[in-house]
């Protein structure tokens, strides 16, 4: 496949409405789909950045007022330009025509609901891009490292546009929740001090062959400046927006469900969803409790927990020793189930492993390989600086960030150029579905038997009561509901931060600077940790439908290929293209 850089030639749609006409009657949903990328690339460098398109890596997104209402209008200008297509000619294009409509709808939607002017949180707001981009920048050429040392000196100019954005969030009312402002004000603390990923980027530098003197002491310079500009981005958080920030987390059931609807791609009624939630929270307790006996049956869940996390014997010795037994574990799934359970493009036969950087939230994430894939995926580990890892719950979390999880899943997409359009293949993210996945393909590796130890399958439990334990606490925190009296956590009891850490460290077994972690994440991204039990109920309810409709006919191969096979999609319309490729409606 052609690679088409940021900086090539793009037609783009003319403002002028007859021309704009002209236009779109020689256009299909593929051809206006690539205008529509091409142009919300070149408003971000940043997505150019993580889709491995090169030319603009020393450049930073516009996070300003004036840089949001410049994407707002695109949106808009493309929105009138779909509205006037004929219906395609296959199921492909019909496909690329939906899933952009889709995307503009809910793009505008999240801009007029302005919530740009309050985007700060923990984990996924914009001051973690800016950092988090430097992880997967070039740092193997000349370029690449002069393109690390420009977005180092100009970083100031995306945090002033950004500031500018919640200061105007501020004059209408709209504060952030003082939880949020002051874990940003840590993470930013800790990206000045001496653990700072930016000061190991001169160590990174001089062991690389791209080091001459002259670069290094640019290097060095950039990072100050860098530091400088993080640093004065906290004092205006700390000294100036804490004081106005909203002392209450939760953000009430009518912004909760829209912002559900964008994640997930269908509309919940949250106390169904909240109900469903508890008793899968009970469901999983017992099947926890009995694993454990199998563990050791001499001692209770909580015992056998805390020598699975202490015990040498089942804990990597080092990062180094943790990263090489997880490789291995992927390798071997993915050599295993090739042609098998799965169909792999070859590129997606790599995966790489790294430990985080210090200073973001805890836990592991996934980030995608380029559009050519000559820069793989990769699983990240923040293990908040700890050398002794324990691996009984980290199997399980391989196998959802790596492959058969987020790896496959996103690598399936990107190798789909002859039916996904490219926008959909480099753009377009449903938690619902693409976290679902992830969770499904947990569960899956334990069906298929590589949870080869009762402790391993314990850590898939233990990973499904997290995200059953975030069903209950987010939509329950956002929309001040109360524990169900029949529950067995404090039943009839309200929820408050302390309550949620509790069940994550009584329930999931967190670590208590996980959970509060945790916790601090739901309550700044309302409506996104759901989608992880909720997508998984879904792919599985449908897995079962088809099952029961084919009997012996039912190849679980094809069924992956189904799911997999319309890239990233929301799940009212992941259930139609599921049923309908079985001749159903």
């Known amino acids: 496949m052609a690679r088409r850089g940021c900086t090539g030639k793009r037609v783009g749609l003319s403002t002028d409405t007859a021309a704009s006409r002209r236009t779109i009657r020689d256009m299909n949903a593929f051809t206006l789909s690539d205008e529509l990328l091409d ?6 460098p940043i997505a150019c950045t993580y889709a491995g398109i090169t030319g603009r890596d020393h450049l930073w997104d516009d996070l300003s007022p004036g840089g949001v209402a410049r994407r707002k209008a695109l949106l808009e200008r493309y929105r009138d330009a779909f509205s006037t297509l004929p219906d395609g000619e296959d199921r492909w294009e019909r496909l690329a025509a939906r899933v952009a409509a889709a995307f503009i709808d809910e793009q505008i939607d999240l801009l007029d609901g302005e919530e740009h002017l309050r985007h700060l949180n923990n984990i996924a707001s914009p001051f973690q891009d800016l950092r988090r981009v430097f992880d997967i920048m070039d740092k193997t050429t000349d370029e690449g490292w002069d393109n690390v040392v420009a977005r180092l000196r100009t970083i100031g100019t995306p945090l002033s546009g950004y500031r500018a954005c919640l200061e105007e969030g501020i004059s209408k009312g709209l504060p952030v929740a003082r939880r949020q402002v002051e874990a940003v ?21 001089a062991e690389s062959s791209a080091a001459t003197s002259d670069r290094v002491a640019a290097l060095r310079e950039a990072v100050d400046e860098a530091t400088g500009a993080v640093a004065d981005f906290a004092e205006y958080l700390a000294g100036t927006y804490l004081p106005s920030s909203a002392a209450v987390d939760a953000v009430g059931e009518n912004r909760y469900v829209r912002a559900a609807r964008r994640y997930l791609g269908t509309t919940i009624d949250p106390r169904e969803a909240y109900a469903w939630g508890w008793t899968e929270v009970r469901r999983l307790r017992e099947e926890m409790i009995e694993t454990a006996a199998e563990v050791d049956a001499a001692r209770p869940l909580d015992a056998v927990i805390e020598t699975l996390r202490t015990d040498p014997t089942r804990c990597a010795q080092s990062p180094d020793e943790f990263v090489s ?16 359970v799965f169909d792999i493009p070859d590129p997606v036969k790599r995966v790489d492993v790294k430990i985080a950087p210090p200073g973001g939230a805890l836990g592991a994430y996934y980030l995608e390989p380029s559009e050519d894939f000559s820069r793989p995926g990769s699983v990240w580990w923040s293990t908040g600086g700890k050398q002794v890892l324990p691996l009984w719950d980290e199997v399980t979390t391989a196998y959802h960030e790596g492959f058969p999880g987020h790896h496959l899943q ?14 959909h293949r480099l753009l377009i993210w449903y938690p619902g579905y693409g976290e679902g996945w992830a969770l499904y393909a947990e569960l899956l590796m334990h069906e298929l038997g590589y949870l080869d130890k009762p402790e391993y399958v314990l850590g898939m439990l233990a990973a499904q009561m997290l995200r059953a ?27 408050t931060f302390e309550l949620a850490v509790e069940m994550l460290t009584d329930f999931a077994y967190l670590a208590h600077d996980y959970a509060e972690s945790e916790v601090t994440r739901y309550l700044g991204w309302p409506g996104q940790a759901i989608s992880y039990k909720v997508g998984e109920r879904l792919i599985l309810d449908l897995r079962d439908r088809l099952r029961r409709r084919m009997g012996d006919a039912f190849d679980i191969k094809d069924f992956h290929n189904r799911v997999l096979g319309s890239g990233p999609v929301g799940l009212d319309l992941l259930r139609q293209i599921v049923l309908e490729e079985d001749g159903s409606r």
């Not at 329950?476 to 009891?493: C, K, Q, R, T, Y």
């Open 410 to 423: 996103v690598g399936v997409a990107l190798s789909l150029a002859g039916h996904l359009s490219r926008l």
């Open 325 to 340: 037994f997880i490789e291995g574990r992927l390798h071997e799934a993915v050599a295993d189930l090739d042609g098998r």
């Open 39 to 44: 142009e919300l690339l070149q408003l971000s």
């Open 469 to 495: 334990c975030r069903v209950v606490i987010d939509i329950g925190s956002h929309l001040d509901l109360a524990i169900a009296d029949e529950a067995v956590f404090h039943p009839g009891e309200r929820w």
């Open 185 to 205: 004000i840590i993470q930013a603390g800790m990206l000045t001090g001496e653990e700072s990923s930016f000061r190991r980027l001169a160590d990174e530098l």
